[in-house]
């Protein structure tokens, strides 16, 4: 069989799936698809299984392995989700899939799952600015706010070095919790505030490139606030570089700024690897379980 692994990554606003060999991503399988967070529960499964198929094609893998945000049951492969993806909420997402694919190559195989940022930060640190490193921060900006700490090639989710989890995303800033301020609906709701229309992160930074004085306030303000959370907990764990991923990080110009005026010591650089961190992210947490068992955890899920 095949060494390669069928790597998922699902966001709220894409699916994008690939083969995954020993030596990276096999650009000939990658399929990508748009979906809306805000789907039904059949249409957003449909979605990601017909991605995954059209990207395994004829060809056999070893392993799926999806790379999703939270909140998530890993090990279990049940969502949780309330806001975004809501419609999934108590889904069995491994039934779902597997309901999906009954003649198909990943009918049988094992299939895995890790947290979207923790898969974005073992990419980073596998094959982009984090190779080579020993201790790397990942942060993905999109729908959501997520994080990813690695020390020495695996995945920290407790300790006194990272936040509870490993999670940025619900650490405190603006009387509230970053998920809701650092994200894409954060922005949108900060453009409003400031007198703004209600427009997207990408119809935001459009404007603010554009000179809109109200679009580039609100992205100084996302960098400044980005960097105030990131702060003391970047300060405890000392990383080499801290990667920030996701489609946020596109408006790397409008933001970066003012976050670096805020961590003038730390090394920051925008992902090059973009999509592709996260799948080779999850297609190595997935190498690293051992056995068979379907619907289990990439080790990051699993607090050390």
């Not at 069928?6 to 650009?27: C, E, F, M, N, W």
């Not at 301020?181 to 997207?200: E, F, W």
């Not at 970066?256 to 690897?273: E, F, I």
């Given at each position: 069989?095949?060494?390669?692994?069928?790597?998922?990554?699902?966001?709220?606003?894409?699916?994008?799936?690939?083969?995954?060999?020993?030596?990276?991503?096999?650009?000939?399988?990658?399929?990508?698809?748009?979906?809306?967070?805000?789907?039904?529960?059949?249409?957003?499964?449909?979605?990601?299984?017909?991605?995954?198929?059209?990207?395994?094609?004829?060809?056999p893998?070893?392993?799926?392995?999806?790379?999703?945000?939270?909140?998530?049951?890993?090990?279990?492969?049940?969502?949780?989700?309330?806001?975004?993806?809501?419609?999934?909420?108590?889904?069995?997402?491994?039934?779902?899939?597997?309901?999906?694919?009954?003649?198909?190559?990943?009918?049988?195989?094992?299939?895995?799952?890790?947290?979207?940022?923790?898969?974005?930060?073992?990419?980073?640190?596998?094959?982009?600015?984090?190779?080579?490193?020993?201790?790397?921060?990942?942060?993905?900006?999109?729908?959501?706010?997520?994080?990813?700490?690695?020390?020495?090639?695996?995945?920290?989710?407790?300790?006194?070095?990272?936040p509870?989890?490993?999670?940025?995303?619900?650490?405190?800033?603006?009387?509230?919790?970053?998920?809701?301020h650092?994200?894409?609906?954060?922005?949108?709701?900060?453009?409003?505030?400031?007198?703004?229309?209600?427009?997207?992160?990408?119809?935001?930074?459009?404007?603010?490139?554009?000179?809109?004085?109200?679009?580039?306030?609100?992205?100084?303000?996302f960098?400044?606030?980005?960097?105030?959370?990131?702060?003391?907990?970047?300060?405890?764990?000392?990383?080499?570089?801290?990667?920030?991923?996701?489609?946020?990080?596109?408006?790397?110009?409008?933001?970066a700024?003012?976050?670096?005026?805020?961590?003038?010591?730390?090394?920051?650089?925008?992902?090059?690897?973009?999509?592709?961190?996260?799948?080779?992210?999850?297609?190595?947490?997935?190498?690293?379980?051992?056995?068979p068992?379907?619907?289990?955890?990439?080790?990051?899920?699993?607090?050390?």
């Amino acid at each position: 069989m095949s060494r390669s692994v069928l790597a998922l990554d699902i966001g709220g606003t894409h699916v994008t799936a690939a083969q995954v060999s020993p030596a990276g991503v096999l650009r000939d399988t990658v399929v990508r698809h748009a979906v809306d967070s805000g789907w039904s529960a059949d249409r957003l499964l449909d979605a990601w299984a017909g991605a995954a198929r059209a990207a395994a094609g004829t060809t056999p893998c070893a392993r799926v392995a999806c790379a999703i945000p939270g909140p998530f049951d890993y090990p279990g492969g049940i969502a949780h989700y309330e806001g975004k993806l809501a419609a999934l909420a108590g889904h069995d997402v491994t039934a779902g899939l597997r309901a999906r694919w009954p003649a198909s190559p990943l009918a049988t195989v094992p299939l895995t799952y890790v947290n979207d940022a923790v898969a974005f930060a073992l990419g980073e640190a596998a094959a982009g600015h984090g190779q080579g490193a020993r201790r790397v921060i990942g942060i993905t900006l999109g729908t959501g706010f997520g994080s990813g700490f690695i020390a020495d090639g695996q995945p920290v989710t407790g300790g006194p070095d990272v936040p509870p989890g490993g999670e940025v995303r619900l650490l405190p800033v603006r009387g509230g919790v970053a998920d809701d301020h650092l994200s894409g609906p954060g922005l949108r709701r900060a453009h409003v505030a400031s007198g703004g229309d209600a427009l997207d992160a990408r119809e935001i930074a459009a404007r603010a490139a554009q000179g809109d004085a109200r679009a580039r306030q609100v992205f100084h303000d996302f960098g400044h606030d980005l960097g105030t959370v990131l702060a003391p907990w970047a300060e405890r764990f000392g990383p080499d570089v801290i990667v920030f991923g996701g489609q946020i990080a596109r408006a790397w110009p409008l933001f970066a700024p003012a976050l670096a005026n805020v961590l003038p010591t730390m090394t920051l650089a925008r992902s090059t690897l973009l999509d592709d961190a996260n799948l080779l992210g999850a297609a190595a947490a997935a190498r690293a379980i051992p056995g068979p068992a379907e619907a289990v955890t990439a080790r990051s899920a699993t607090p050390p």
